[in-house]
């Protein structure tokens, strides 16, 4: 199962696909502006993947000053810094 994520900023698609398989999950370009994620345990639900997905992409972003990850409509969407916002990784 599939759940794509929406990330409109190319390097920070990048940290986060990296990220995402560092935890052990298929995850790949999709479309230019999304990823799409599979969670490492095939048995979880949907629900259970998106809970466990919601707990990866907290923490992604929290290493990634004024960055946000949302959800909506079943869509997930990282939300890249405001301009003018401080970058620890810049």
Aim: glycine share 8%; charged share 20%.
């Amino acid at each position: 199962m599939s759940i794509l994520i929406r990330i409109p900023d190319a390097a920070l698609a990048g940290s986060l696909i990296e990220f995402l398989r560092r935890c052990e999950c298929s995850a790949e370009p999709r479309n230019g502006s999304y990823v799409g994620v599979s969670v490492p345990a095939e048995s979880l639900d949907r629900r259970l993947a998106s809970l466990q997905l919601d707990g990866y992409l907290r923490a992604w972003a929290a290493t990634h000053a004024g960055v946000r990850a949302t959800v909506s409509d079943g869509v997930w969407r990282i939300e890249p810094p405001s301009p003018g916002a401080a970058n620890p990784h810049s």
